[in-house]
């Protein structure tokens, strides 16, 4: 089945302890991004990869990092969690960053930062 | 600037009775357009998109919408609402340049009441 797994799907840490939130995908998809999303604000694009080795910020990195090593995976590492990053993180994956493209999204991931 | 409006936050409609939700968006041309739904705890999925031709387009479990492009609108609709449409909907625009082109609304929360 084509699909975007995310894991953890729930995870409560504290702040400042690092924590990585894996996203892979079995399409061979050259685009995959992060999104969070908050109440009132939708989803909000954090980082994206155009391809292996290539990724690039997006409206709201601040206080995140990835890593594209292998066309599949994409995770997203939290170095020093903070409150302000309790969420709802969702990776998504699709053929190409163009816009012609649909997005295949994970189930979720929901971080509390204590 | 890109840019997807969703003037509406919540919505509540009464089973079988019809549905509009609204998406405006801001974008020197004609852009690719989504609707993309989320149930309670899942993923985004995506309902219906538009690239070209028919402006009226079909899409999953009965949805529709229809692009508009005097009044940058691609509303969605359905003739009779069912319980299990309650859910999160979001309209998505994507450009048509190369690159990271993905925008999304901030989402309209319908509740359906029996």
């Known amino acids: 089945e084509a699909q975007v797994t995310q894991n953890p799907r729930y995870l409560i840490t504290v702040t400042g302890k690092k924590l990585t939130v894996t996203c892979s995908q079995n399409m061979n998809h050259e685009y995959m991004s992060w999104y969070r999303q908050d109440p009132g604000l939708g989803l909000r694009q954090i980082y994206y990869?155009?391809?292996?080795?290539?990724?690039d910020k997006g409206d709201v990195p601040e206080g995140y990092k990835v890593s594209r090593k292998e066309k599949r995976n994409f995770p997203l590492i939290l170095e020093s969690p903070s409150p302000n990053q309790t969420s709802l993180y969702f990776c998504a994956s699709s053929l190409s960053g163009m816009g012609a493209n649909v997005l295949t999204f994970g189930a979720g991931s929901r971080l509390t930062v204590l | 600037a890109q840019s997807v409006t969703q003037p509406d936050i919540h919505i509540t409609v009464s089973e079988g009775a019809s549905l509009e939700l609204r998406c405006n968006y801001s974008?020197?041309?004609?852009?690719?357009l989504f609707w993309y739904v989320q149930s309670p705890g899942q993923g985004l999925q995506l309902l219906l998109k538009y690239f070209s031709g028919d402006t009226l387009v079909q899409g999953i479990k009965g949805f529709e919408a229809e692009f508009k492009r005097s009044q940058s609108s691609f509303n969605l609709r359905k003739p009779s609402v069912h319980w299990s449409d309650a859910a999160e909907y979001f309209c998505?625009?994507?450009?048509?340049?190369?690159?990271?082109?993905?925008?999304f609304g901030t989402g309209t929360s319908l509740t359906v009441i029996p």
């Open positions: 990869s155009m391809n292996v080795e290539v990724t």
């Open positions: 974008y020197g041309a004609t852009p690719y």
């Open positions: 998505a625009v994507g450009a048509q340049d190369t690159g990271n082109q993905f925008y």
